[in-house]
C-alpha cells in the first residue's frame, strides 16, 4: 500500500463558495476516494486562505473583524463540504497557530539559503489577486489580465526573494519525466513565462495588519502567496514539535509517493513557479504534480464574485441531492479545459443519464427479477455472456481513465456499458418469457447478467455518487459497500437474496415545470412521477423521437485524401477512449487546417463504410445553402461527446 498526497487550493474568505471552488473540491474527493479504492492510504487536504488586504477590506465594509469575516464563510464551507459528501482528511486555516508555525518555519529556510534581501518594489498592482504585473501583461486601460478590473501604481520597500535564482532549477523540472504540470497545454505556458526570464520577487508587504508577521522585520507583512502556499506542508506538521511531524515524512518528505496539487488554471503561476522555488530553496520535495484545471464559464466568463455570475449549487443539492450535481459536473468538463453551466443543461444530464439511464435500468431489472423469482435475484448465473466481454472492456477503459484524471471518459466507460445491458435486455426480451410463466435457467442467466452489469457500473460510481452508488448496488442485491475495486470484477452479484421494492432513485423533471417561476398543481404532482414507471405520458423515449445518436464532438485533425477532390479525411474527438475517423465531403469548402479545433455535431452510431478506400465512422452534419454546405456548431463550447438533444 502506497501513500497519495492530494490538495485542493485554499480557498480565498471574501466571499462565500462557489461552482469553482465546489468542482475542484468534488474532483479532489472523487480522486481520493478512488484511490482509497485502489489500495492507496491517502491524505486529503483542503482549507481556507484568510488573510490579505481584501480580507480586510471586506471586513471593514461589513464593520466587522477579519477574523470575524473569516470565521463566517468558514461556517459555510463546512456546511458545504459535508452537503457534497467531501472526505477531506484535514482543513487547515492560515489564521491557525500551526500555520503561522509553518510559514515561520519555511522563511527561516529560506532565509538560510540567503535568498532574501531588502528592496524597492514599485509596479502596477491588482488588490483583488495582490500580485503586481508587468505592463506587457495589463489589459487595455492597465486592468488586471483576470479581474479586469483597473490596477494601482504601487511603490514600496520589501523584502524580496531570489527568483530569478531558480529558473534553470525550474526548467529542468519541468522537462523531468513525467511532466510535473498538467495538462501538457499549461506545461508549456508556465515553461514559456519561466523562459523569458525571471524577476525576483517581492514576498512581503508594508503596513498591512492582517497577515503572518515576517519574522526578524517590523512592519512587515509575509506575502500571502508565500503564506497561503505554505498550508501544504504546515498541515503535515511543518514547524510543529518533532513529534507532531509524522504525517509531513510520511507523506511528502519520505518521497514514497504521489504529491498532487488540484489548481484552477489562474493561480497556476503561483504553484508552478514560486511554489517550487520556494520549497527548492527551502531544501524540501517538490510536488510530483500540479493538475491546472479549466473554468466553469456562464455567459462566456468565468464565474466569479468579480464578475458577478456567482453559480451557487445549494438550491440544485436541495433539489436533486449532492450525488446529481457532482456527477454532472464531472461528467460535463473534460478536465483541464473551460467548461460551460447552464440549469438546462444540469437537468437534461439527470434526466438522460440518470432517470432514463441508470433508474430506468435499475428499476427494469428489479421488478422483472422480483416478479420471476418471489423477490429475489435470480437463482443461477453466467460467466459466459456479452455483458461480461462489455463489462471488462468497461472496467479497463473506466481505470485507465480515473488514472488519468479523465473523469468523463471513465463515465462514458460506465454508461456504454449500461447502454449494452439495455440493448442485451432488448434483444433477448425475458420479460415475454416470465409473462408466459417461463422462469427457466435461460431467464435466470440473462437478468443475473443484467444485474451484474449495473453493479459493475454502481462500484465504479463509488467515488463519484458515493451514496447513489451505494443505493444502486442495495437495489441490485450487494448489501455490502465494496472496499475496494476488485468488486470491478466479474461475479459478485449473489444468487436468491432478497430485492427490495423497485428504488424510486431519480424522479423525472418535467422542465416546464422546472423552469416555470408558477408552476401549477398538477404539473408539479407530473414532475414527481416515479421515473422507474415505464409509462409516460405525453412523453416519448429519445429513440422513437430520433432513430440517431448525435453527439458534439471536436476536430483534432483534418486532412485531404489524395485523389478525392470532395473528401477530407477528419479525426474527432467523442470522447471516446479513441478520436472517430471520419470522411466528409466538405474539401471544397473547408480548408483542413480551418478545422482543427472547431466544435462539429456527429452522427454517432453509423455503421462504418469506405470512402475512396478510407473507414469512415460516422457523418458530421451541416445545412446546405445553395448547395454549399454549412457545418453546425455549438453556440458554445462543450465536452466532447456531449449528446445532442
Known sequence: MGTFYLSTPIYYVNALPHIGHSYTTIVADAIARYRRLSGDKVFFLTGTDEHGQNILQTAEEKGISAQEQADDVVSHYYELWRDLGISHDDFVRTTEPRHHAGVADIVARIDAADDFYVGKHEGWYCPSCETFYTEKELGADKTCPDHGRPTEWKSEENIFFRLSKYQEPLLDWYRSSPGPVQPATRSNEVMRFVESGLRDLSVSRAGLPWGVPFPGHEGQTVYVWLDALTNYLSALGLGGAAGEAGLLEEYWLSGAGPRVHLVGKDILRFHAVYWPAFLLSAGLPLPTTVWAHGWWLRDQRKVSKSVG?????????????????????????????????????????????????????????????????????????????????????????????????????????????????????????????????????????????????????????????????????????????????????????????????????????????????????????????????????????????????????????????????????????????EDRQLVAGVAEHYDPEDLVGKQIVVVANLKPVKLMGVESRGMMLAGSADGRPILIHPDSAVPPGTPVK
Open 309 to 577: 455570475n456567482i453559480v451557487q449549487l445549494e438550491p440544485l443539492i436541495d433539489r436533486f441531492g449532492s450525488d446529481p450535481v457532482r456527477y454532472f459536473l464531472l461528467r460535463d468538463m473534460v478536465f483541464g479545459q473551460d467548461a460551460s453551466f447552464s440549469d438546462e443543461a444540469f437537468v437534461d444530464r439527470f434526466n438522460s443519464d440518470l432517470a432514463n439511464d441508470l433508474g430506468n435500468t435499475v428499476s427494469r431489472l428489479v421488478k422483472l427479477s422480483r416478479t420471476a423469482y418471489d423477490g429475489k435475484t435470480p437463482p443461477e448465473a453466467c460467466g459466459d455472456n456479452p455483458i461480461k466481454s462489455a463489462a471488462e472492456e468497461a472496467v479497463k477503459g473506466y481505470r485507465e481513465a480515473m488514472d488519468g484524471f479523465a473523469f468523463h471518459k471513465a463515465l462514458s466507460h460506465l454508461w456504454r456499458l449500461l447502454s449494452e445491458v439495455n440493448q442485451y435486455l432488448v434483444a433477448r426480451e425475458p420479460w415475454k418469457s416470465i409473462g408466459a410463466g417461463n422462469t427457466d435457467s435461460s431467464v435466470s442467466r440473462v437478468l443475473w447478467n443484467g444485474l451484474e452489469g449495473v453493479r459493475i457500473v454502481a462500484t465504479g460510481l463509488l467515488p463519484v455518487m458515493p451514496q447513489v452508488a451505494q443505493e444502486v448496488l442495495a437495489a441490485v442485491g450487494t448489501t455490502d459497500v465494496p472496499s475496494d475495486l476488485s468488486a470491478l470484477e466479474w461475479g459478485r452479484t449473489p444468487l436468491s437474496v432478497p430485492l427490495p421494492e423497485s428504488p424510486q432513485l431519480f424522479p423525472r423533471v418535467d422542465k416546464k415545470v422546472f423552469f416555470s417561476t408558477e408552476p401549477d398543481s398538477a404539473a408539479v404532482a407530473k414532475q414527481q412521477k416515479n421515473v422507474g414507471e415505464e409509462e409516460m405520458t405525453d412523453e416519448i423515449t429519445i429513440d422513437k423521437f430520433f432513430e440517431t445518436q448525435l453527439k458534439v464532438g471536436t476536430v483534432t485533425a483534418a486532412a485531404a485524401i489524395p485523389k478525392a477532390k470532395k473528401l477530407l479525411k477528419i479525426a474527432v474527438d467523442l470522447g471516446e477512449d
